[in-house]
């Protein structure tokens, strides 16, 4: 069996890429409070999907303003480092983006590194005080081969382009 968790922060949209199946019936979402300690869900013990070590990947963010949305596919714990900066802010080990300041939300495209069966989606917001989502929406699609998505460049202090958005909405 083959599991997926992802650490989430800053995004409601998650579009999952790769020929990945989801039982309604046994998908569990688990948002704990921040910095909640308690036991993990047991679909956490599964192989994850979307991590960077199985091949998993961002094709497409929004906005990687603060913290870039690749580190969603890392497989170690958040971590916190107190009084470190960067050039755009306070460090911080998730995605984290910009407010919007017009209409819709952040989103980002993970290509799964393993085709299987979501058990579950953890949503990790710990560090995220007061910034966090406030919830999140999950999608699921198995695209065709020799689908593109727009270049990205995955650094803090960059965002999609109206032009990149508008690529996006041909896919």
Not at 10 to 26: K, N, R
Not at 76 to 98: A, C, H, I, L
Request: hydrophobic fraction near 40%; aromatic fraction near 10%; proline fraction near 6%.
């Amino acid at each position: 069996e083959v599991g997926l968790f992802l650490r989430v922060a800053e995004f409601v949209d998650c579009h999952l890429l790769q020929c990945a199946t989801m039982e309604a019936e046994t998908l569990q979402v688990k948002m704990p409070p921040t910095g909640a300690k308690e036991t993990p869900p047991s679909f956490t013990q599964l192989n994850d999907l979307a991590c960077a070590r199985a091949g998993g990947r961002v094709l497409f963010a929004t906005d990687d303003w603060f913290a870039v949305a690749d580190n969603l596919l890392k497989a170690s714990p958040p971590q916190w480092k107190e009084g470190v900066f960067t050039d755009y802010g306070k460090w911080m080990d998730g995605w984290e983006s910009r407010r919007k300041r017009m209409e819709g939300h952040d989103w980002c495209i993970i290509q799964l590194g393993v085709s299987g069966v979501i058990h579950g989606v953890e949503v990790d917001t710990s560090y995220f005080t007061g910034n966090y989502a406030p919830r999140f929406s999950l999608q699921a699609a198995c695209l065709p081969d020799g689908t593109t998505f727009p270049t990205r460049e995955a650094s803090m202090g960059t965002a999609a382009s109206p032009q990149q958005l508008a690529a996006m909405e041909g896919i």
